[in-house]
């Protein structure tokens, strides 16, 4: 069984930075790719950004320039680097774990966009 918890949401101003964690757990974890999710209220859940693991990296166009996605292989944990925040930027963002040709999700973390 995976298990999949975020952490670092909350409020920001508009301009401001957050850091997103995801740590991965579970005795048959064998992670492939990670990914940022997002869903704000009334739309659909959208895809940030996600990291392969290779290192390989893609991002949502809204997002390039402002968001980094990382990750730490040695603890099993994703980072979402979010800087020059937006009030567009504010939803539910759920941490996503390709694990062994199984997707895994996390249960969110609210980022709020606000001044």
């Known amino acids: 069984q995976v298990q999949v918890v975020e952490s670092g949401g909350g409020l920001m101003q508009p301009g401001g930075s957050l850091r997103l964690s995801c740590e991965v757990s579970?005795?048959?974890?064998?992670?492939?790719?990670m990914g940022w999710y997002r869903q704000a209220p009334g739309k659909e859940r959208e895809l940030v950004a996600v990291i392969g693991s290779g290192d390989s990296t893609n991002y949502a166009d809204s997002v390039k320039g402002r968001f980094t996605i990382s990750r730490d292989n040695a603890k099993n944990t994703v980072y979402l680097q979010m800087n020059s925040l937006k009030p567009e930027d504010t939803a539910v963002y759920y941490c996503?774990?390709?694990?062994?040709?199984?997707?895994?999700w996390g249960q969110g973390t609210q980022v709020t966009v606000s001044s």
């Open positions: 579970g005795s048959s974890v064998a992670i492939n790719a």
């Open positions: 996503n774990v390709l694990s062994r040709g199984s997707h895994y």
